[in-house]
């Protein structure tokens, strides 16, 4: 198995899928290990002076105020766990929970957290051996941080709560058990380092970047095969209008539009059909390059996020030093997630527009929902709905999040970021893009196929095929949800991008 080094600092979204989808290992550096060995020494020091510490002398939240012995510090973190399970709803995905496992081991590996190196390095023996505990996907107010489903990972770790292992679902002990790991005894400030942070919320959004943009190279290839269905127009797409309004995003969506659509005999020009096209059509580098532009935002987001301290207290080692601050407070990623999920709506706002206009005759020039016996056949009529159905729950979902706030722990948390909220749900907006998309990349092909005397564009020509080897054309009508959930994967395993990618480049 391959392993990627950690050591709170350099950790990339390319790491964190190697590890999260593609089952890699972890390894921590040497480097980390002195560096938590050090912060270590100042926790039991401070213990055995017996100082009044918030998290390790003294109860949590309201209970900060509470001196707590130093005969009880073990059971207090072990109370601190057991007392903040109380997650609800479907277990978060697999990928997911390694996501969250991974980003907590490697923030505590900065060694500002004073966790045992022996602690650690079972968190990171559980996520190399497969031990993935099952963590409810709600119950967090993202401040402060992720405690309850941090608490789930935990409870596996002590012995307790549930587990997956080699695809059985069985205690946190027959797990621990069954792939020979020593189970956790907690230990002066160990479960507060390992509850105490962003991580779920940011496993959840790094996730749902990568798969972004994937999309939104995706959403630029559906919107090139439309133009071809409709016989669109390419001069809008031509470098120079651009370059005199240089957003990033929208020069790179034109510049795949104008690749993919390299030697397509349906394109047309200014004034050969019509003067100029409809928004939908015209303006896909402004639209989907706004999305792209908000995308890399949330990226540069996670990067930081993903290397951060992010639990309370803080020990500085050469300092001897701890200082309780807010660096669990999740707003920089509820802003951040947020803002994702409306870029992912937008997406699929424009595409079920450009569905629209390949189904509705008086748009397109095309027989009537695209299927050449209307009336005995709805064809593509009821894809619409369902696209339109996907956009309008999208624009619910897309509310955002970060502007609630409720207060917790007697008001001594007053204000909470809902931040796992807001990456869950930008989650549940790239899955309905995904389903709208895939909607337009089969409409688009049929299109395509009642003029097929044109030649297809460089890229547009391989998605093209793709698509027909999972989705046939439509003679007559038949079951759709099948050919939808086809070209869906095609989309979620970045089949249809890989694939375009191999032939032309795309930015």
Known sequence: MSRVLIDGNNLTLED????ARKGSGVELTNEALERVRANRRVVDQF??????????TTGFGKFSDVAISKEDTALLQRNLIISHACGVGNPLDEEIVRGIMLL???A??????GIRPETLLTLVEMLNKGVHPIIPEKGSLGASGDLAPLSHMVLVMIGEGEAIFKGEKMTGAEAMKAAGIPIVQLTSKEGLALINGTQVMTAIGALTVYDSKKLAKLADIAG???VEAQRGITDAFREGVHKVRPHRGQGQSAANLLRLLEGSSYTTRQGDIRVQDAYTLRCIPQIHGGSRDAIDYVLEKIIIEMNSATDNPLIFTEEQEVISGGNFHGQPMALAFDFLGIALAELGNVSERRIERLVNPQLSGLPAFLTAKGGLNSGFMITQYAAASLVSENKVLAHPASV???PSSANQEDHVSMGTIAARKAREIYKNTVNVLAIELMAAAQAIDFNKQYALGKGTEVAYQEIRQKVSQLQEDRVMYTDINLCSGLILDHTIVNKVEATVELL
Do not use: P, Q
């Not at 213990?47 to 918030?54: A, H, L, M, Q, T």
């Not at 505590?108 to 957290?113: I, V």
């Open 108 to 113: 505590l590996s900065k060694g500002y957290s």
């Open 104 to 106: 907590r081991a490697n």
């Open 224 to 226: 090139a095969l439309t």
């Open 47 to 56: 213990v055995e002076e017996e100082k009044v510490v918030y998290g390790i």
């Open 16 to 19: 964190f899928m190697m590890v």
């Open 404 to 406: 609630d706030s409720i």
